[in-house]
């Protein structure tokens, strides 16, 4: 009996060494994403898509560095879409997982300061939807997929102006919320250069916890705008635009990217409709590479794609890129992302299915935006590319 | 600029109306236990979702029209909500009495008990958001550039035949004549008689059963539920009590409306970035002037 003991506690402690063996043909990456909070759908849609992309690799044997098959390991850790979770979450992550590289956070709430967290401990991070300037910043181990804000700012500017033939505007914004905050005062910005001072009449703001906006909007609809700009999440932008209309608002809504998500339109229903925002793909009448994507991944999850999806698609691929350029992995945690930053450097173009991208000084892509308009059937239409 | 003022009036009177339903539940529990329910707020939560469920079973599975739904939305989601409420005393507060522990971990308890609502249904529903669905047609009425719909002309109405009615049964009914007794001694009365618990389960019906009414009116106005929904407007409801004076039916249904006008009248007259800071520097200054709220009464400690 203790002899079969014996064996039993000798060979489980060879398994036990053994496991890190076995571990160095793995390759990690983390998931700072937010699967619980204000913006769930969005941590959902960046797993599923991850997840995706993680059985092609390792149902293909792995993938390939400096002639060895590494199998894919992705750590997806629940930042609640709040701030000082995503930065705890980045630690968790480069310390406890200890991870190649980071994918997330989405948001630039988030992603701004666990920007910081990637920067300071030498990890690589790549956020798929994070528009703001200020993650990646000067910051060399930050990079993202997404266009920028001031980017995205004058598309929606130029837009509206064409279409809705716009002389004035109103703006709502997320005043504790990085990302829209910083696309409201760029857009503000653009807006009053192009069409003269004191052209956006009304620059209000709310909580991200708020649901009652109709002070705001009052303020705004008595100021009488062309179309009000609404840089919000899209959870938000279901109770703005139908409070608006019953306060009776009649006239034109622009969105930005965050209202991109496939739950808007369960939340929003009917209102919504034939509104426009700008945003990164556009799903309805896709071609190519990314067509097969959307088909794919609606195959698998019954439902179409949203950007972040896409985005993260994109992000992944990159950073895997990033690793294939590293030319061989050691094993040793710290040479090795030192390593894949070289290899994120090195990527001189990168066709992914949101369009083609080349990395500046700044770790951010140089790439094209869609405007589109939802439809009658609640679908996302493209209406017009716009590119730098 | 008068139209807009008006306006601004009507939006803060059906803004006031949640917090006034939300802080008369806290005040009737404060009034005769003493206790502050900080599960409150979740309790209201609790109730949107009940009645999100309940009119989802009635429109899609009995296909029943809009109004008839909403008929029978309403007594159900208050008397499931009420039973959620007395529930959490039964298992959560009650024994805690029995053991004679300190109110302050009767109020720590009920902070507990909220996040356990908030975090089982986020465990068990998932944290993507429930989009409600519309009960009644929403009409949109302007006269002389006010806009108002009969949504939030119910919303007002209801409010206030919610405190006309708990005004009522605390001030002309025998139960509502044993909440204050309870209130103003709780270990004399029982001697005379009175039943204790059966009293709280009372005020504990009561509190939760108009939390639910108020989650199911909410829900219709603002129809994007998620777990964390209650939290905040818990939170602030509260505070519109404690202006108001905790424990008093009427404060609370003032406060609530003080709250809401406050906030709305602060963005109407100044940026909006300074809503909160004002909003609660305003609260505070009343509260500097009045410690114990608008209708409190300074009571000290019996040793």
């Known amino acids: 009996m203790r002899r079969i003991l014996n064996v039993l506690l000798i060979s489980s402690i060879a398994m036990m060494l053994a496991v890190p063996a076995m571990a160095a043909d793995t390759i990690k990456i983390g998931f700072n994403i937010p699967m619980t909070g204000d913006i769930p759908k969005v941590g959902e849609s960046s797993k599923r898509s991850a997840e995706m992309l993680k059985a092609d690799i390792n149902g293909a044997g792995g993938l390939e560095v400096g002639g060895k098959k590494y199998m894919l390991e992705f750590v997806y850790e629940d930042n609640e879409a709040k701030a000082e979770s995503a930065v705890t979450t980045a630690l968790k992550l480069i310390e406890r997982d200890e991870i190649l590289a980071m994918i997330g956070p989405n948001s630039s709430k988030q992603a701004v300061p666990a920007g910081q967290i990637a920067d300071d401990n030498g990890v690589v991070m790549v956020s798929p939807w994070s528009t703001n300037p200020d993650t990646t910043l000067d910051r060399p181990w930050v990079f993202r997929a997404a266009f920028l804000d001031p980017f995205q700012g004058p598309v929606a500017v130029n837009f509206a102006v064409e279409t809705f033939n716009a002389k004035t505007a109103g703006v709502l914004y997320d005043l504790s919320n990085d990302y829209s905050k910083g696309l409201a005062e760029i857009f503000k910005d653009v807006f009053e250069t192009k069409m003269g001072a004191n052209t956006v009449l009304a620059f209000e703001s709310h909580g991200t916890k708020d649901q009652d906006f109709s002070a705001q909007l009052t303020k705004i609809i008595a100021t009488k705008p062309d179309f009000i700009f609404v840089p919000d999440n899209y959870n938000q932008v279901a109770l703005i635009v139908q409070q608006a209309r019953q306060l009776g608002y009649k006239g034109e809504f622009m969105g930005s990217d965050a209202w991109g998500s496939s739950e808007l339109m369960t939340l929003c229903g009917d209102v919504c409709k034939g509104l426009h925002f700008s945003t990164h793909y556009a799903a309805a009448g896709a071609t190519g590479a990314t067509k097969v994507f959307i088909d794919r991944y609606t195959a698998k999850y019954g439902e179409t794609p949203d950007d972040v999806a896409a985005l993260t698609w994109d992000a992944t691929r990159v950073v895997l890129l990033a690793v294939q350029n590293a030319g061989k992995l050691t094993g040793k945690l710290k040479k090795d992302r030192k390593a894949v930053r070289k290899g994120m450097q090195a990527i001189a173009s990168f066709s992914g299915i949101t369009g083609n991208m080349k990395f500046d000084d700044q770790g951010d892509p140089v790439k094209c935006a869609v405007v589109v308009q939802i439809s009658q059937t609640g679908e996302f239409e493209f209406k017009k590319s716009v590119c730098p | ?303």
């Not at chain 2, 917090?19 to 309790?43: E, P």
């Not at chain 2, 902070?111 to 998932?126: K, Q, R, S, T």
């Not at chain 2, 108009?210 to 199911?216: I, P, T, V």
């Not at chain 2, 409306?257 to 009343?286: N, Y």
Request: aromatic letters at 12%.
């Open chain 2, 1 to 303: 600029m008068l139209e807009s003022i008006i306006q601004n009036i009507i939006n803060a009177l059906q803004w006031g109306s949640f917090y006034a339903l939300i802080a008369l539940g806290y005040t009737l529990v404060y009034g005769v236990l003493t206790l502050i329910n900080f599960a409150h707020g979740d309790v209201f939560m609790v109730g949107a979702y009940i009645a999100f469920f309940v009119s989802t079973f009635f429109l899609s599975a009995l296909a029943l029209p809009g109004w008839v739904a909403l008929a029978l939305c309403i007594p159900l989601t208050m008397i499931l909500t009420a039973m959620v409420g007395v529930t959490l005393e039964r298992i959560a507060y009650r024994p805690l009495r029995k053991k004679g522990a300190h109110r302050l971990y009767v109020v720590i308890t009920a902070l507990m008990c909220g996040l356990i609502l908030e975090h089982a249904n986020l465990a068990i529903l998932g944290a993507s958001r429930k989009a409600f669905p519309p009960l009644i047609e929403v009409h949109v009425y302007n006269i002389g550039g006010v806009t108002f719909t009969n949504l939030k002309v119910a919303v007002i109405i209801t409010a206030i035949l919610v405190f006309l009615f708990l005004h009522w049964v605390v001030t002309k009914t025998r139960v509502g004549m044993a909440m204050r007794a309870i209130s103003y001694d709780k270990f004399a009365v029982p001697l005379m008689g009175i039943p204790l618990d059966q009293i709280i389960v009372v005020t504990f019906v009561l509190g939760s059963g108009f939390a639910g009414l108020a989650g199911l009116l909410f829900a219709m106005s603002y129809p994007v539920l998620d777990p964390y929904m209650g939290a905040l407007i818990g939170w602030k409801a509260f505070i519109a009590a404690v202006v108001g004076g905790i424990g008093d039916i009427r404060g609370a249904f003032l406060g609530g409306f003080l709250l809401g006008a406050v906030e709305i009248m602060v963005v109407a007259f100044f940026p909006s970035t300074f809503r909160d800071l004002i909003a609660f520097s305003v609260l505070l200054m009343i509260l500097t002037w009045k410690p114990t709220g608008l209708f409190g009464i300074a009571k000290t400690t019996k040793i």
